[in-house]
């Protein structure tokens, strides 16, 4: 099953919104949903709004590392019992408490399934906002990330060869921060939709498979069939993904 990079995105926002802890926060608690393009389709499906990725979006990785302009920039997403709320991130932290969720995507996964994310601000932007008060109050860090975005070492070795004060990189040079939470990609996100195993087996393609994931499904065969031809119908219909190239 090839699943080219809109539509990898949309089901891993599926899997998201399907997880028990997101269900339970947007009924009794607080979700709130950090910038990213993956993360504007998880947006998407817990609010049934279309939300834009170019402005859902800060650090991306295009022709360089780079950002997208302040200007351009727009707000986390932040739910109270399921209703958008416009509340800073300094309330959002006073807030935030044990059951909340923050949903944070990745930059890099590695073979024990650890996540990295880059870190261009000095201060650590959204993961030095929120994270280490999350995991001291116990509040669950959700990260939506791509197989496609696997690497062969560890996130913990690379964290201590990276840092914006320490290399030259092709546009922003950045930190790299070991995240801890729960992990959905691809797979995770049709077993949890599907009740089916699926094995990232390949990434990449030119044209439309340009960043494509490619997943072998296994399992029960009504089950497969059911998943074989959503997913095959996810991937013929998801509009690719449009974002304005700021660094052109």
């Known amino acids: 099953m ?19 802890q997101v269900r339970r926060a947007l009924e009794q608690g607080l979700v709130v949903v950090t910038l ?6 998880v947006a998407e499906e817990l ?17 360089t590392l780079s950002v997208v302009p302040e200007a351009r920039r727009g707000r986390e997403l932040v739910l109270e019992q399921g209703r958008p709320v416009e509340l800073s991130p300094e ?3 006073a807030r935030l408490k044990a059951g909340d969720v923050i949903i944070k995507g990745g930059n890099v996964l590695d073979p024990e399934g650890v996540c990295g994310v880059f870190m261009a601000s000095g201060t650590g932007g959204t993961v030095g906002r929120y994270v280490a008060a999350a ?12 197989k496609l975005k696997s690497v062969h070492r560890r996130v913990v070795d690379l964290a201590r060869e990276l840092g914006a004060q320490r290399v030259r990189a092709t546009g922003l040079s950045v930190g790299l921060y070991p995240l801890v939470g729960t992990v959905v990609t691809e797979t995770e996100a049709t077993a949890l939709l599907y009740g089916v ?12 498979g340009e960043g494509a994931v490619v997943l072998l499904l296994s399992g029960e065969e009504e089950k497969v069939d059911r998943a074989f031809q959503e997913l095959a119908a996810l991937a013929r219909e998801e509009p690719p993904l449009s974002f304005d190239a700021y660094d052109r």
């Open 91 to 93: 309330e959002v932290l």
């Open 36 to 41: 990213g393009t993956t993360n504007a389709y």
């Open 2 to 20: 090839v699943l080219p990079p809109a539509a990898a995105k949309r089901l891993i926002a599926r899997g998201v919104a399907a997880l028990p």
């Open 197 to 208: 195993e699926a094995t990232h087996i390949a990434s990449g393609g030119v044209g439309a």
């Open 135 to 146: 995991l001291a109050r116990g509040v669950e860090i959700v990260i939506p990330i791509s």
């Open 47 to 63: 609010t049934g709004r279309r939300v834009d990725p170019a402005s859902h979006c800060a650090g991306y990785v295009g022709r």
